[in-house]
């Protein structure tokens, strides 16, 4: 019997440092019918030539939001299933196989989170690895990167208004529809912040925050529960493995502290701007 395709999308920007790597890492996956699709918005680099040097679609469109390239990744699938990678990440071999097999086996399955381990030299790369191990069974900071691309069309693919948590409202809609999007796979997607920049970081999260007055009165019970301080920093003071390593807990603390000052500064300037 064949294997159901798997269309692998993945959207870029000036990604010529990062993307060959996360490229052969799908090249080399023990699953094989998968078709990639790199879907760019206008690079300076050479990302859309190396693209072409392994991708089976490479399109270059007019985007503003990663949100915008993904749903046209969508519409240009062929795939049963749509896996959403960054082109900063790169897979284990075993991934697309894992997910296939769970969703597979269960129709009731309408998406798999792959977790993420993050890579990097700097401090605060193995502050927010640390962090990430913090989440695992926590059920709301893990978004399903591999769903079913039938379910995906029905609810409209990604909120293209969002940037705050924007992968989170594909999941979420599926959900609504009555399928489980919680399951995870046991190989890993690994995240490389190979020029981690402080500053920059924050930027982003300022950035994010602009639309996070959106995604909460969208997604109101789900979004509350994501933003809340006190439900985070209850999470990190509720978990053993927090206080076994004391300077990198104390870094996560400082992290997210600046994470919500930046955040909720942007989120003022959002609402105002609306």
């Not at 699953?31 to 270059?60: P, Q, R």
């Amino acid at each position: 019997m064949e294997l159901p395709l798997v269309s692998i999308i993945i959207p870029t920007y000036n990604s010529e440092k990062t993307l060959e790597k996360c490229l052969r890492s799908i090249k080399n996956q023990t699953y094989k019918n998968i078709e990639i699709i790199v879907v760019d918005k206008g690079s300076k680099d050479k990302t859309v030539e190396i693209a072409k040097k392994y991708a089976d679609k490479v399109f270059v469109v007019n985007a503003k939001e990663r949100s915008e390239q993904k749903n046209f990744g969508i519409k240009k699938a062929e795939g049963k299933y749509v896996c959403f990678i960054d082109s900063d990440m790169y897979l284990e071999e075993n991934v697309i196989k894992e997910c296939v097999d769970i969703c597979e086996k269960d129709k009731k399955i309408g998406g798999v989170c792959i977790p993420v381990r993050d890579i990097g030299k700097s401090f605060w790369v193995k502050v927010i690895s640390f962090e990430r191990e913090l989440y695992k069974g926590s059920g709301i900071i893990e978004a399903a990167r591999f769903l079913r691309k039938d379910l995906v069309k029905k609810v409209g693919g990604f909120d293209e208004d969002v940037v705050f948590f924007e992968e989170f409202t594909l999941p979420q809609k599926i959900e609504k529809l009555g399928f489980d999007t919680k399951k995870r796979c046991k190989s890993y997607v690994v995240h490389d912040f190979h020029d981690f920049n402080f500053l920059n970081y924050l930027k982003k999260k300022y950035y994010y925050g602009k639309t996070a007055w959106k995604y909460v009165k969208k997604y109101k019970e789900y979004g509350s529960r994501q933003i809340s301080p006190l439900r985070r920093f209850g999470l990190f003071f509720r978990n053993k493995k927090f206080y076994s390593k004391p300077l990198l807990a104390l870094g996560v603390i400082i992290l997210k502290s600046l994470e919500y000052l930046v955040a909720g500064m942007g989120y003022i300037v959002g609402k105002l701007e609306r």
